[in-house]
């Protein structure tokens, strides 16, 4: 399986708990976001096939399945440690704006269909 991220370049960081400057901190975290990038664009290309598959634009948002993308979030962040404070509103954009992005391309994949009507 190949990585959506340069993994070589996240193990080059200091460990949280290693670290003794800011300087040490800023460098992880600007490698995590690369890393937190690159799983981004690979979930944005479910989306891009969620899109594709669709049979109606109507069907594009789901609110069963945002709940229940939701839930296994917060179950996931209170396993890692992490608030559900945090990760639950950050979910909920990354949701609310990967929706978007489905209509937008569900839209641009049947512009032309839609104009031969």
Known sequence: MTLPFDADDLNRRTPPQDCAS???VRD???RLDRALIGLIAERTRYMDAAARIK???D???DEDRIEDVIAKVKAAARA???P???AEPVWRELVERSIQHELQVWDATREPQR???
């Open 115 to 117: 104009k031969r009507s």
């Open 22 to 24: 800011m300087t040490e």
């Open 28 to 30: 992880g975290v600007d």
């Open 59 to 61: 069907v594009v948002r």
């Open 55 to 57: 049979p109606s634009r």
């Open 84 to 86: 559900e404070t945090l």
């Open 80 to 82: 890692a440690g992490v």
